[in-house]
């Protein structure tokens, strides 16, 4: 059964940075397409950044140049590096793993979540 528990969430400052982790036990990466959703009270859940089982890298128009997605493989944690945390950047974040079984069944796994406000 794969697992995914992040944390890292907290109050911080405008222009402030945080990382925000996400342990995943039960699988390892060379599998799984890994990604970082958020979602803010009201709106809709938003992609924020990706990371592919090649290591391709993608992320939303409103985190690029100030969010990083990372995988430690040693340590089976992704990882997302956030700085120049505005306001709007306020939500709580969630870790999401596609991971593709031997025979090629794609199953979907979400973490917890973990809050993130950002104050002005």
């Known amino acids: 059964q794969v697992q995914l528990v992040e944390s890292g969430g907290d109050l911080v400052q405008g222009g402030g940075s945080l990382r925000l982790s996400c342990a995943v036990s039960?699988?390892?990466?060379?599998?799984?397409?890994m990604n970082w959703y958020r979602q803010a009270p009201g709106k809709q859940l938003e992609l924020v950044a990706a990371?592919?089982?090649?290591?391709?890298?993608n992320y939303a128009d409103s985190v690029k140049g100030r969010f990083t997605i990372s995988i430690d493989n040693a340590k089976n944690t992704v990882y997302l590096q956030m700085t120049s945390l505005k306001p709007e950047d306020t939500a709580v974040y969630y870790c999401?793993?596609?991971?593709?079984?031997?025979?090629?069944?794609?199953?979907?796994?979400w973490g917890q979540g973990t809050q993130v406000t950002v104050s002005a």
């Open positions: 999401n793993g596609v991971f593709i079984s031997a025979s090629g069944l794609a199953r979907n796994y």
């Open positions: 039960g699988s390892t990466f060379s599998n799984a397409d």
């Open positions: 990371v592919t089982t090649g290591g391709s890298t």
